[in-house]
Every structure is written in C-alpha cells, then in structure tokens.
C-alpha cells in the first residue's frame, strides 16, 4: 500500500473516531493525542492545507484526492518523525476493541449490477440497497467483528 494511502486511512479513521467520540479512551487519551500531533507536522512542517477536510471526506469522497495528494509529497515519506508519529496513531487504532476496528471493504450507499460483479475475499460488504439484473456474486465475504 502506498504510503499516502496508508496516511489518509489511519488519519481518516483517527479523525472519525475523535469526532465521534464513540471511543472514550481513544477520544480522551493516547488515540486523541497522537492524532492531533500527526496533523500538527503535518500542517507546520508540510504545510498541508487540506487536513480539515477529513472529517467530511467520508461524506464526500472528492475530497480524498486532494488530501492523498498532499500525502503523497515525497518530504513526507522522508520525515522519519512524521512517521513515528503515524505508528503512534496506528498503534493507538490497533489497540481498540476490534468491534471499533471493523472496518468494511466495500461501503458504498447502493450496488448495482447489469451483469458481471464479483466480490470475492472481501472483509465485509456495507451498501444500502443492492440490485442486480444479472450476475452478482459475493463469495468468501467476512462480516467485520461484531457485524451480521
């Protein structure tokens, strides 16, 4: 995985768990902490300018493309504490319940087939409605912890 794409999910899913505040001891402690130092490089040492997009890229994907692009700056990949402080935040994230983990492969408001689609190995399928007119196939798909 590229590392900007690797920045932008444990920043997104940072930045959604802080919102939330779903997770009182990620929210108040360690979680919280290290993701407010990582967007703080980021916007002091890398001058990135698309950061407060983050809580509302989840609703509107096109502002993913200009946050990654700022995350794909090559002084970004050089910033050993840049990416010390992005280990932080993934550890923080990996130490949650993994209920609070469960993230879904596919997530996507509504999944229309005319013909051909296969999702195969996926870690789960979230789509408010689903329609096909021929030929749609889910096979080998985990529902994330805590998910039916």
Do not use: C, W
């Not at 408001?109 to 296969?118: P, Q, V």
């Amino acid at each position: 995985m590229p590392l900007a794409e690797l920045l932008y999910s444990v920043l997104g899913t940072g930045a959604g768990l802080v919102a939330s505040g779903a997770v009182g001891e990620f929210a108040k402690g360690a979680g919280k902490t290290a993701f407010e130092a990582l967007k703080s490089r980021l916007t002091t040492q890398h001058e990135m300018t698309s950061l407060p997009l983050l809580e509302d890229a989840a609703k509107n994907p096109a502002f993913e493309p200009a946050i990654k692009a700022e995350l794909a700056k090559p002084e970004i990949a050089e910033d050993a504490e840049l990416l010390a402080l992005a280990e932080t935040l993934r550890e923080a994230i990996a130490a949650l319940p993994a209920e609070t983990q469960a993230r879904y492969a596919v997530n996507i408001d509504e999944i229309r087939s005319g013909g051909a689609l296969l999702f195969d190995a996926v870690e789960g399928v979230k789509a408010k409605t689903a329609t096909s007119e021929s030929d749609m196939t889910f096979k080998n798909v985990k529902a994330p912890p805590g998910k039916t």
